[in-house]
């Protein structure tokens, strides 16, 4: 007998559930009341990409005559760059839906679900109706939503999310971000070359990163003519001669300073978005960072998982809310998955660009593992030299003994493609000689991780030996 599965959520998390599910046979609902794809696909990954690519056209652009090319006058179209990033949505929008319509075994319902119980959904129909769906599992994916900080002002005309900025039609003259994450600096990073002069306020940067990677990182972004200010919280916002103005207090020294700007962009993270599902009334336990789940992403109550964002464990990424949802889907349908989840790769698309996977050198601090580091700077790279970026480091941390890979920090050119090649090696429980034994390419970016993993032994090629200690 064929298992039926409800799916709430159509984002990355619950449509891959959702085709992983009908590959293996199973019947699917699955229930969303905005755009399939989610936020990634509609106000996340894919618009800002789209703005990264044109930041980065407009970065080389200004380095022109570095590169021997002379371009006299330019000008960036705000309505023009709506409409590519519309463009481009709107392609990868029809093509899922597409594809799940290709799967006769998925139901798409669209509308606004609740759980009435274990095995039931009521859905309000975006056209008026009512449904009442019957499943043996309920997969609750129904992602997250930008948080605004408890911030004074922040209710102002111009305080805005990510959301909001994303829809704007023109480039403001000054933005200034609230916060050093991935949003934070991934909007700061693009709309600084799109024009805007920019002002960062930062707690910390990239908190969950290998604090060597936000240390260098920071540097870079003020080189990059960010207007960076690190340690210091937001206090007040308020709106001054059609200005708003941010009071902010730095964390360690009684100092404040005041910044003006014509938007202020809330980048303090994002909330599980899970209003209306009845979870309280079912019996579903949940806390401030979303759905309880265990080491399976099943909740407190038998039979319904939770996946993404929405749920406590915290990983809020596009990538790993798939891989959750394939896991799930797989061990309703009594498979064993074989997808490593405790690993993954973290990108940042700044304009020089961070990527980590597998431990930062404090937290094998922390577990006591005992660890030996190697490093590569791309300054000694001749591909990364060619394409005028030699800014930037790739950092290995490997075991003491075995040398098995533990973990991987890029800051540099490409550092979200180059990631891989780590993960890959953390994945399958690989140590440093599956790389190096390994021949890459020449001119490429590739040769600088294959010198990082070369030099866990002082093997590296294009790096003076270390010099001995008397």
């Given at each position: 007998m064929s298992k039926r599965i409800a799916i709430i959520g159509a984002g990355p998390g619950g449509y891959v559930a959702a085709i992983r599910a009908a590959q293996l046979g199973a019947d699917v609902y699955l229930i969303e009341n905005r755009e399939i794809?989610?936020?990634?696909?509609?106000?996340?990954?894919?618009?800002?990409?789209?703005?990264?690519?044109?930041?980065?056209?407009?970065?080389?652009?200004?380095?022109?005559?570095?590169?021997?090319?002379?371009?006299?006058?330019?000008?960036?179209?705000?309505?023009?760059?709506?409409?590519?990033?519309?463009?481009?949505?709107?392609?990868?929008?029809?093509?899922?839906?597409?594809?799940?319509?290709?799967?006769?075994?998925?139901?798409?319902?669209?509308?606004?679900?609740?759980?009435?119980?274990?095995?039931?959904?009521?859905?309000?129909?975006n056209d008026g109706g009512k449904r009442e769906l019957t499943a043996d599992n309920i997969i609750i994916a129904t992602g997250s939503y930008p948080q605004m900080t408890e911030t004074k002002g922040v209710d102002l005309e111009g305080v805005i999310t990510s959301d909001e900025l994303l829809n704007l039609d023109h480039i403001p003259e000054t933005l200034i971000v609230v916060g050093g994450g991935v949003i934070g600096l991934e909007f700061a990073s693009i709309y600084k070359e799109l024009g805007s002069h920019v002002i960062l306020l930062a707690s910390r940067i990239l908190k969950d990163s290998d604090k060597e990677i936000g240390k260098r990182l920071t540097p870079m972004l003020k080189k990059q003519g960010i207007e960076t200010y690190v340690d210091i919280r937001a206090k007040e916002i308020t709106r001054e001669d059609g200005k708003l103005k941010v009071l902010a207090k730095y964390k360690e020294k009684d100092e404040e300073i005041e910044v003006r700007g014509d938007y202020v962009l809330i980048a303090s993270g994002r909330g599980p978005l899970t209003e209306g599902l009845n979870l309280e009334g079912v019996g579903i336990e949940s806390a401030k960072k979303g759905i309880i789940v265990n080491d399976d992403f099943e909740t407190s109550l038998e039979g319904i998982y939770a996946i993404g964002d929405v749920n406590s464990k915290g990983i809020q990424l596009a990538h790993v809310a798939s891989a959750?949802?394939?896991?799930?889907?797989?061990?309703?349908?009594?498979?064993?998955?074989?997808?490593?989840?405790?690993?993954?790769?973290?990108?940042?698309?700044?304009?020089?660009?961070?990527?980590?996977?597998?431990?930062?050198?404090?937290?094998?601090?922390?577990?006591?593992?005992?660890?030996?580091?190697?490093?590569?700077?791309?300054?000694?790279?001749?591909?990364?030299l060619s394409l005028g970026e030699p800014e930037g480091i790739i950092k290995i941390l490997a075991g003491k003994d075995?040398?098995?890979?533990?973990?991987?920090?890029?800051?540099?050119?490409?550092?979200?493609?180059?990631?891989?090649?780590?993960?890959?090696?953390?994945?399958?429980?690989?140590?440093?000689?599956?790389?190096?034994?390994?021949i890459h390419a020449h001119p490429t970016l590739s040769e600088a991780v294959h010198e990082a993993a070369l030099g866990l032994n002082d093997g590296a090629i294009h790096l003076a030996p270390k010099k001995k200690r008397k």
């Open positions: 794809g989610g936020t990634c696909l509609n106000r996340g990954c894919i618009p800002t990409k789209t703005y990264f690519r044109i930041a980065e056209i407009m970065s080389s652009l200004k380095r022109a005559n570095e590169f021997g090319i002379r371009v006299d006058r330019y000008k960036l179209d705000g309505k023009a760059l709506q409409e590519r990033k519309q463009t481009i949505v709107n392609t990868l929008v029809t093509g899922i839906e597409k594809l799940i319509s290709s799967y006769k075994n998925i139901e798409f319902i669209a509308g606004t679900a609740a759980l009435k119980d274990k095995n039931t959904v009521t859905v309000e129909l959750q949802g394939e896991y799930v889907v797989e061990k309703i349908m009594g498979l064993n998955p074989d997808i490593v989840l405790e690993h993954f790769p973290s990108c940042v698309f700044t304009m020089n660009e961070v990527a980590q996977v597998g431990f930062t050198e404090e937290e094998l601090k922390e577990k006591g593992i005992e660890y030996k580091i190697s490093k590569f700077m791309f300054s000694a790279n001749g591909k990364a075995d040398n098995k890979i533990l973990g991987v920090h890029i800051l540099g050119p490409h550092a979200n493609d180059l990631i891989h090649e780590g993960a890959l090696a953390i994945a399958n429980n690989m140590d440093a000689a599956a790389i190096t034994r390994t």
